[in-house]
């Protein structure tokens, strides 16, 4: 039986080279944002699922603040490195798919953060996500989704970039296609070249509305930015919801 091949997300998240991308995303801003999320919500204790963690920071973050956190992502070697540097009595990584429940209504608040939604081929596979993340709350539990806000997005969208890092030469070509924003990842080192790319879904608020609808949530708020001012679907950078599980 041939193995099956891999989704674009399982290598491009699993590859050193991805770290070396984004390595230079704002700790400050993040940092920032999570705390105005905390005093938004006034969040002083819980748990909380970090979902798609990354590499672990604001799980760790966030266990620093005193809060029973759980991070998960797809990518091995993140949690590998996660488990390793992050090492707190509150504080647990897992490898885990977001579409799978994981411990079932068991988080007060479930984090999904800097668009680590959309990946998919079919818009359908989001709402897996969304029942994954209902089954895992507590009644009345909460979700904040942050993704980009695409309409903004797209009608900024740079066609070519090129980035040295690290003595790597990053070469990106973005498109739209087939209802997808894709970025394809040309990167060469001395000799080598790795090819990779990045598919997220254009996803707008009305497909938000719609997965929350069929998976028991209810809207409680929409913020356009990491300060959580209100959302302006033209000029807002970010599309962030928070959503409350609906009791059944």
């Given at each position: 039986m041939t193995e099956q091949k891999k989704q674009w997300f399982e290598l491009w998240f699993d590859s050193p080279l991805y770290h070396i991308l984004y390595k230079n995303r704002n700790q400050d801003e993040a940092v920032h944002f999570i705390d105005n999320v905390l005093k938004e919500l006034h969040i002083e204790y819980g748990k909380i699922l970090d979902l798609a963690c990354g590499k672990g920071r604001h799980s760790y973050y966030l266990a620093e603040k005193g809060f029973d956190v759980v991070g998960l992502d797809l990518s091995e070697q993140s949690i590998k490195y996660a488990s390793t540097m992050y090492q707190l009595p509150n504080l647990e990584f897992y490898v885990h798919d977001m579409r799978l429940s994981f411990r079932i209504n068991y988080f007060d608040y479930i984090f999904n953060l800097f668009t680590s939604l959309g990946y998919f081929n079919e818009l359908k596979e989001n709402?897996?996500?969304?029942?994954?993340m209902h089954s895992g709350l507590n009644d009345g539990g909460h979700i904040l989704i942050d993704f980009m806000n695409t309409e903004k997005v797209i009608k900024d969208i740079?066609?070519?970039?090129?980035?040295?890092i690290d003595d790597y030469h990053?070469?990106?070509?973005?498109?739209?296609?087939?209802g997808k924003i894709i970025k394809h990842i040309h990167i060469g080192r001395e000799e080598k070249i790795w090819m990779f790319r990045e598919e997220v879904q254009a996803l707008m608020p009305h497909h938000f509305h719609t997965f929350l609808n069929n998976t028991g949530f209810t809207l409680v708020k929409e913020y356009g930015d990491y300060a959580l001012n209100p959302f302006h679907?033209?000029?807002?950078?970010?599309?962030?919801?928070l959503a409350k599980k609906i009791s059944v």
């Open positions: 709402e897996k996500v969304f029942e994954s740079v066609p070519r970039e090129n980035k040295e990053f070469y990106i070509r973005r498109e739209i296609l087939n679907p033209k000029l807002s950078d970010r599309y962030i919801l």
